[in-house]
């Protein structure tokens, strides 16, 4: 009868019920509705059987929650089929469910990291930026000295500003940023990168140079795009990096800024090569070609951030003729 299935169903949780519609006391539908009703047995799959021909009825059987409708005389072959059926589609939903969960968990996780991140480390940074900031106005640091303390200023900044950056990637990765454009100035921002870089182009008697493309416009806006400053300093150090770590010990790595129709394109050049079976995937995430305590995310981010700020970016490589990164962004 229905009252015992109802009991029986709260007790045992079974993976699926097989439920007549006509039952003396509370009838099919009834113990149905009240099933669906209840937190704890809301998701058991419920196949009615009946020996009612009647589309209305299979409507409303449905209707209550069932995921099928089986009417009398049947071939217990069919009924059996039918149950292996709604196990697997069961079994499916609660794997898709449990992934569901872990990506929520994965998600809250990295929402911890960011507010770690935000929070804890900006607290050191905010001692090293404001001290090197008193050391400077100080006066009373001159030459090699002075030059050192702007360096530590600068990537204080620099460190400071990437880890605000950290969220805004989130928020790109899920379609989510608001993009604020202003005009802005990519060789101020080559340069800044450059000078940071300075002790290991020294070191490594590297080459290192901003070349403006000679069939450019001379016009004063001709390197400015239109983007958000922090948004193209790490885009832009993110290659640079790359384009420093790949080349050889007096290798040279070239930055041509050319001029097109409504955008600016950056193309970076150095005489690595990429290796041949990531070239396809250079700017997918997690994908690395082997370096020691490389990401995979340098490339991803900078792919990341160039689509956001409505640009494109492309990558070419080959056995002797060194690799270059090109940036296409829209210009004001």
Not at 291 to 320: D, F, N, V, W
Request: glycine share 6%; aromatic share 6%; with cysteine.
């Amino acid at each position: 009868d229905g009252g015992s299935a109802l009991k029986l169903a709260a007790s045992e949780k079974p993976d699926l019920i097989l439920l007549d519609i006509m039952m003396p006391g509370i009838d099919g539908h009834e113990v149905c509705r009240r099933l669906k009703a209840d937190e704890s047995t809301r998701d058991i799959p419920i196949i009615f059987i009946t020996a009612k021909d009647d589309e209305e009825d299979e409507s409303e059987g449905l209707g209550l929650g069932a995921v099928d409708y089986i009417t009398k005389p049947f071939s217990s072959s069919i009924v059996l089929a039918r149950v292996r059926t709604h196990l697997i589609l069961k079994k499916a939903m609660e794997d898709v469910a449990s992934q569901n969960a872990a990506l929520r968990e994965a998600d809250r996780m990295k929402e911890d990291v960011n507010r770690i991140m935000r929070h804890d480390l900006k607290a050191p940074l905010n001692a090293i930026i404001g001290f090197s900031s008193f050391l400077l106005d100080s006066d009373k640091f001159e030459g090699p000295e002075r030059e050192y303390l702007s360096i530590i200023n600068e990537s204080g900044y620099t460190l400071l500003n990437m880890i605000d950056l950290s969220l805004d990637l989130y928020k790109m990765e899920n379609g989510i940023y608001q993009l604020k454009p202003v005009p802005i100035d990519i060789t101020t921002i080559l340069r800044k990168i450059i000078k940071l870089h300075e002790t290991e182009i020294i070191s490594r008697h590297l080459v290192c140079s901003i070349v403006q493309d000679p069939a450019a416009s001379l016009a004063s806006s001709q390197n400015l795009v239109l983007g958000e400053e922090l948004l193209c300093y790490s885009l832009f150090a993110n290659l640079m990096k790359n384009a420093f770590e790949a080349s050889p010990k007096h290798g040279e790595i070239r930055v041509t800024i050319r001029s097109r129709a409504g955008e600016l394109e950056i193309s970076i050049h150095n005489t690595g090569e990429v290796p041949e079976e990531i070239r396809e995937k250079f700017f997918e995430k997690y994908v690395t070609s082997g370096k020691p305590h490389g990401t995979g995310l340098g490339t991803y981010s900078a792919r990341l951030i160039t689509e956001t700020q409505h640009g494109s970016i492309r990558m070419e490589s080959s056995p002797g003729g060194g690799t270059t990164v090109s940036v296409r962004l829209p210009t004001p």
